[in-house]
């Protein structure tokens, strides 16, 4: 039979986008305007694929009403759904930098910015609930569940473009309402990082597996997406409304990056240990996480300058060409034994 999307499909279109990141980065970091082309031809083909899935997705659920209530028991499916909110951050931050960033674009993004928070604080919360509220497998506890909480943190990837001093559209008391929620949304990933991390981390201990091994590499994303908001915060000093010193900042995303490179660096050797395995969607943790520490290590090299950080982005950019090179020969495998079962 065909294959169905549910939401562990999203990553797909979220690692696609991850490679016009890279592409992006790599126009900055070396001043070669071939990648931002590349860039964004990968950009447009994320959004189809957005679209495809997307809508695949809906019919799904429009079709059999009941799946909305078995995947919501389903933790990692219910975790999954955040992505939709990242997507909605992506595409809005790639809209300014390859299409338009207008007076009127940027505030209708400031609204997707809204919805997508939304969405992602949702999910977050019924997750929780789930995991206060019913009899949990111990294997169901693994770093997918941290998903929601890496997601609620991007939010800074489209309001941190679209916010002051990036553009002077958006007026104060938009700004600071958006950097309230950017606060608030780090407090609690940060939390959860430590309480549900810690759980998840257990698990993987006593229940090994090499199907949830890529979701090793989950925690990468999180530490470096707390990084990427320490960094920016000191950007909205002027307001008045907080104050985060620019040196603490850049010191305690230092710290969260001597912890993002040994958690990658374990990752990817389990990563080489089961290359020859078949893996299931899950695969795709080994990418979106890799491209949210590029880019928090970006962010360091343009604070810092120091080689050890244009070497660690240089490396990052093969690194995820690789992952997603990978990640797709086990997606196509994937299709065509779901065609081959008709």
Known sequence: MAPKPASEWFPIVLGTMVLSLVSWIDSIVFNYNVFLGIGKIIYFIGIILFILIFSLWSYRYISNPRLIKEDFNKLNRLSFTSFLGVLIFVIGFFFTVYVNASSEVIHLLLYMYFIGYAIVLV????????????????????????????????????????????FPYIGKEETEIAYFMMLVAVGITFFQFIFIGTTAFLSHVNFKSAQSTPAIMIPVGASSIIAINILIFPSYNYLNLFYFPSNFALTIAIILWGFEIWNLTVALLLALRHVKEKMPLTVWAYVFPVGISDFSDFLLYEETKLPVFLWSVSVMSVAIVLLYIYATINTINIIKNKLNTR
């Open 123 to 166: 999910v977050n919360i019924l997750l929780g609930y789930k995991l206060f509220s019913q009899q949990i497998k111990p294997e169901e506890l693994n770093y997918s569940i941290l998903v929601p909480s890496i997601a609620l943190s991007a939010n800074i990837i489209l309001s941190a473009p679209i916010l002051p001093p990036s």
